[in-house]
């Protein structure tokens, strides 16, 4: 596969020489994960996943200590794989991987119709570290506001603008805007099959590999057809921090708000009540930002 890593690139030596030992012995992530708690160790099939990918390494004690555990259960030598880990520096930057945005969007997701040949290279140049979204929810039920500050951080030498792609829930071509606080305007095109505005926001200039940056921008929609019903955020990198807040008209208020988390688009949500405040706002912070689909979804009285 072009986008595998590569066996003689000593950053992702330890990841192919892991995956190859699992597949040499046929063994699938569950069982590991499950050998490994046999031994006091718990780790989640989504790190295991990561350490064959090489988008992670073992790097904290009890990573390392199932590295140690692993070895004879994958039927290789004492030191094999802990002698192939590799100090990472501050701000490394896993690989773009095609794969686990393939994973979060499964098969002919509105962004890959709205992007089509580009999509599996979305973004690849950048990685996002903090997400912070406020939706504005006014008076006809509808999303009319999405404001967007990003923290990213290049992967790779010359990356000069960020790509987003929202899903609207009533647009026309002429009926939505792309506005950045300052510098250059933003390229923006509409998709209407996927009801989808893409715009390529600038970076205030191109970054060379690990520095990073914070961009902004807003989408407003002058539809007023249509309700809205949820406002999402596809992750396929795990985030430092993502934020939501969802502000409603005080006219429209839903009945009951929840946050969701899907692993994929498509799974099974797993739902929690989200309660309102007093100025008619929720907002969601996890714990933790894994890839998935993170949201808040709501129900508007009868």
Request: aromatic letters at 6%; hydrophobic letters at 40%; charged letters at 25%.
């Amino acid at each position: 596969m072009a986008n595998a890593p590569r066996t003689d690139d000593p950053d992702t030596l330890f990841a192919t020489t892991f995956k190859a030992a699992l597949q040499r012995r046929e063994l699938s992530l569950e069982v590991v994960r499950d050998h490994l708690k046999s031994h006091g160790i718990t780790l989640s099939v989504a790190t295991l996943s990561y350490w064959q990918s090489g988008r992670s390494q073992p790097e904290r004690s009890q990573s390392l200590r199932a590295v140690d555990a692993l070895e004879p259960f994958l039927g290789l030598p004492g030191g094999a794989l802990r002698s192939l880990l590799r100090r990472r520096p501050r701000g490394w930057v896993p690989p773009h991987d095609p794969a686990a945005v393939r994973g979060v969007y499964g098969e002919n997701s509105d962004v890959e119709r709205a992007l089509g040949d580009a999509f599996p290279h979305l973004n690849a140049g950048l990685r996002r570290l903090v997400v912070h979204e406020a939706v504005r929810v006014n008076e006809h039920r509808l999303v009319d506001e999405v404001r967007v500050t990003v923290a990213v951080r290049a992967a790779r030498t010359n990356a000069r603008h960020l790509t987003v792609v929202h899903t609207l829930d009533a647009a026309k071509d002429d009926a939505f805007d792309v506005t950045v606080p300052s510098g250059p305007p933003p390229r923006t095109w509409f998709r209407p099959e996927p009801n989808c505005v893409v715009a390529e926001i600038p970076l205030g200039r191109p970054l060379a590999r690990n520095e990073t940056a914070v961009v902004e921008y807003t989408v407003r929609i002058a539809a007023t057809g249509g309700v809205s019903h949820q406002h999402e955020s596809r992750v396929t990198t795990p985030l430092q921090t993502y934020l939501l807040q969802v502000r409603f008209h005080p006219s429209a208020v839903p009945a009951t708000c929840w946050h969701y988390y899907r692993r994929h688009l498509g799974a099974e949500p797993s739902r929690q009540l989200a309660a309102l405040d007093g100025l008619h706002t929720t907002h969601l912070l996890p714990m933790k930002s894994a890839p998935g689909v993170h949201g808040v979804e709501w129900r508007w009285p009868d």
